[in-house]
């Protein structure tokens, strides 16, 4: 396929007289796995949102696949193929691991809700779906709060990509995870990256995780662009400075000398 999945074109959004996005140009590749990085406040979250279908954007336009597209809710951005994964997971812990894969879609014998719930096949296709993206959870039954949190966020992964994200956004994945799950969940991005065909957006304070996983990179600060490129293109240092919302180490160190 060519052309990128998704893109926006001179981005803006503002939240009264703040603005929050100041003209973001983004493109997002298939088989691509793409940092969105950024200070406190950059407005990563915001960007991310507009693209869910949450904040409908003051200016600018999101294309996808090519088409340009107006989504009047997070239901509408998750048709065009756009499946986001909160931190806080919308999962529930009392419930099983197959019940969550299919909270508000289940499979049931017939129309509406009153159908029975065909437990046995969704058993079964979340147990697959889990395997192919690398956890063999032996008991579909078992309950969500029993799970580590990194098979959490892989449950929400397979989850979105079964109902047929074809962009995956991921906001701050790892940032509530001991060392262990956050490999795991980084895994979890390889695995998905491998299959081929959809495109991860990866929100992330951790400078080592972005470059061991990302192919791309976007540094966003006070709602602008400060920089871009591909792994290849950018340096280690390029980075580090970025990451610090283009704040040079030495100035930082002044600033906490004159303390
Ligand atoms: N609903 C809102 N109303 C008013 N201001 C908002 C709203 N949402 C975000 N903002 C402001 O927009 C700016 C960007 O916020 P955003 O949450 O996008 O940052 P972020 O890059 O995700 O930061 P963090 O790394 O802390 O998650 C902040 O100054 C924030 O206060
Ligand atoms: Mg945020």
Redesign the pocket.
């Known amino acids: 396929m060519s052309g990128p999945l998704i893109r926006t074109e001179g981005l803006v959004k503002r939240?009264?007289p703040?603005t929050?996005l100041n003209g973001i140009d983004l493109e997002v590749h298939a088989g691509e796995i793409h940092a969105l990085l950024?200070?406190?406040?950059?407005?990563?979250?915001?960007?991310i949102?507009t693209l869910s279908g949450i904040?409908p954007p003051t200016e600018g336009q999101i294309y996808v696949e090519g088409r340009p597209v107006n989504f009047r809710s997070p239901r509408d951005a998750s048709d065009a193929g756009i499946g986001t994964v909160y931190q806080d997971l919308a999962i529930n812990p009392l419930l099983s691991v197959t019940r969550n894969f299919f909270m508000g879609r289940e499979l049931r014998t017939g129309p509406g809700p009153f159908g029975m719930l065909k437990m046995d096949e969704m058993d079964r296709i979340t147990h697959e779906e889990m395997v192919k993206i690398g956890i063999n959870v032996s008991d579909p039954g078992q309950l969500i709060g029993t799970m580590s949190g990194g098979q959490r966020q892989t449950l929400a992964i397979a989850r979105a990509i079964h109902f047929g994200a074809k962009v995956l956004i991921l906001d701050?994945p790892t940032s509530a995870l001991g060392q262990k799950q956050q490999m795991e969940v980084l895994k979890t991005m390889m695995r998905v990256k491998k299959r081929g065909g959809i495109a991860i957006i990866f929100?992330t304070?951790n400078e080592i995780h972005s470059q061991l996983v990302a192919d791309r990179f976007t540094f966003?600060a006070l709602?602008e662009v400060i920089g871009r490129g591909t792994k290849a293109e950018l340096e280690g240092e390029d980075i580090r400075h970025l990451m610090a919302g283009g704040h040079e180490i030495r100035d930082l160190e002044l600033e906490l000398a004159a303390v």
């Open positions: 939240f009264g703040f929050a950024g200070d406190n406040g950059a407005g990563k979250s915001t960007l949102k904040h701050e929100i304070h966003l709602g």
